[in-house]
């Protein structure tokens, strides 16, 4: 694959752009909605793009999912699993994706997917990786973030062990995932909504000239990987007992530091943030993540190094 830090790489024929993993993330949904009416805005030369709706049946009711996460769904035991009909809806819905896009781990899979996605949190644009191996994606983002300069478009890195999940995207050869917010579930703003479109036509605009043989130098990228989860203060029956602090919410990504404020108990106590050095948090009061025990994640910035690319 490599040699004098050079990576090579297939073209990038096959690509698909999911809306609807989420089925009340209007952004991702109402842009896909819009493509399959009329993709021209999406088709690039030499590429194949696919907008596709990922839960129609949680798009129809305008909630995240009906019986399970689907973007925590495609995991091996999920895709290999028999049961037809009387496995839950997404995970049924995980299979036939895969059928589709996949096999995930496969030289048959899609080359990428973007996999579109609103947050209530104060997260403004935020690239979602899930390797920091995958030059190709590296790149991108790259070319991206300058693009929309002096716009601001943020590299998440998740690859902890214990932290990171299988998603929807996880199907393709280079999954991407788009974060862009706030905005409340169920909700369509047009800052937003723009904000996702232009990414995505630099995105598409970055595939193109790979596949018309353009050679990337190596660069580097700003990444916050993610680091910890944590939770809201609980009581000994597990009910909230305090609310992020003032001073944090809307702070996305912004330093939390030993001794910071961090949660606001209902009688007006201050809980502070106890780590060993600063931390950048994100996804802060996430409207989605209180099921799943999260008030935040803590990342730690660092400076991931690309290869250069070029096609094969």
Same mark, same amino acid.
């Not at 995958?134 to 070319?143: E, G």
């Not at 999954?175 to 904000?195: K, M, T, Y």
């Given at each position: 694959?490599?040699? +004098?830090?050079?990576?090579? %790489?297939?073209?990038?024929?096959?690509?698909? !752009?999911?809306?609807?993993?989420?089925? &009340?993330?209007?952004?991702?949904?109402?842009?896909?909605?819009?493509?399959?009416?009329?993709?021209?805005?999406?088709?690039?030369?030499?590429?194949?793009?696919?907008? @596709?709706?990922? &839960?129609?049946?949680?798009?129809?009711?305008?909630?995240?999912?009906?019986?399970?996460?689907? &973007? *925590?769904?495609?995991?091996?035991?999920?895709?290999?699993?028999?049961?037809?009909?009387?496995?839950?809806?997404?995970?049924?819905?995980? /299979?036939?994706? &895969?059928?589709? %896009?996949?096999?995930?781990?496969?030289?048959?899979?899609?080359?990428?997917?973007?996999?579109?996605?609103?947050?209530?949190?104060?997260?403004?644009?935020?690239? !979602?990786?899930?390797?920091?191996?995958?030059?190709?994606?590296?790149?991108?983002?790259?070319?991206?973030?300058?693009?929309?300069?002096?716009?601001?478009?943020?590299?998440?890195?998740?690859?902890?062990?214990?932290?990171?999940?299988?998603?929807?995207?996880?199907?393709?050869?280079?999954?991407?995932?788009?974060?862009?917010?706030?905005?409340? /579930?169920?909700?369509?703003?047009? +800052?937003?909504?723009?904000?996702? *479109?232009?990414?995505?036509?630099?995105?598409?605009? @970055?595939?193109?000239?790979? +596949?018309?043989?353009?050679?990337?130098?190596?660069?580097?990228?700003?990444?916050?990987?993610?680091?910890?989860? !944590?939770?809201?203060?609980?009581?000994?029956?597990? +009910?909230?007992?305090?609310?992020?602090?003032?001073?944090?919410?809307?702070?996305?990504?912004?330093?939390?530091?030993?001794?910071?404020?961090? %949660?606001?108990? @209902?009688?007006?106590?201050?809980?502070?943030?106890?780590?060993?050095?600063?931390?950048?948090?994100?996804?802060?009061?996430?409207?989605?993540?209180?099921?799943?025990? /999260?008030? @935040?994640?803590?990342?730690?910035?660092?400076?991931?190094?690309?290869?250069? !690319?070029?096609?094969?």
């Amino acid at each position: 694959m490599s040699y +004098n830090n050079s990576a090579c %790489f297939n073209e990038a024929r096959r690509v698909a !752009i999911f809306g609807g993993t989420h089925g &009340n993330e209007m952004s991702g949904v109402t842009l896909v909605n819009l493509w399959v009416k009329n993709s021209a805005e999406i088709q690039r030369k030499g590429v194949e793009t696919k907008p @596709f709706i990922t &839960n129609p049946k949680a798009v129809e009711k305008c909630t995240r999912y009906v019986d399970t996460d689907l &973007n *925590r769904a495609f995991t091996s035991e999920n895709l290999s699993a028999s049961g037809g009909d009387d496995q839950p809806y997404e995970v049924q819905r995980a /299979q036939e994706i &895969n059928g589709i %896009f996949g096999p995930k781990g496969s030289p048959e899979a899609y080359d990428v997917i973007f996999d579109l996605h609103n947050t209530t949190s104060n997260m403004g644009c935020t690239l !979602i990786l899930e390797s920091s191996k995958d030059h190709f994606n590296l790149q991108m983002m790259n070319y991206i973030k300058k693009a929309i300069a002096p716009g601001s478009c943020l590299v998440l890195l998740n690859e902890h062990p214990l932290l990171k999940y299988s998603t929807s995207r996880s199907v393709a050869k280079h999954p991407v995932g788009l974060e862009v917010g706030p905005q409340p /579930q169920g909700v369509l703003r047009s +800052n937003i909504f723009e904000a996702m *479109r232009v990414i995505l036509k630099h995105a598409l605009d @970055f595939i193109e000239l790979f +596949n018309e043989g353009m050679e990337f130098p190596p660069c580097t990228v700003e990444a916050f990987r993610v680091s910890e989860r !944590i939770d809201y203060p609980r009581d000994a029956n597990g +009910n909230i007992i305090a609310m992020v602090h003032p001073n944090l919410q809307d702070c996305d990504w912004e330093p939390l530091n030993p001794g910071d404020p961090m %949660f606001q108990t @209902f009688d007006g106590k201050t809980i502070r943030y106890q780590g060993s050095g600063t931390v950048y948090p994100t996804f802060i009061n996430e409207a989605a993540y209180y099921e799943k025990q /999260q008030a @935040f994640v803590t990342t730690r910035r660092e400076t991931l190094v690309a290869s250069s !690319i070029r096609k094969a």
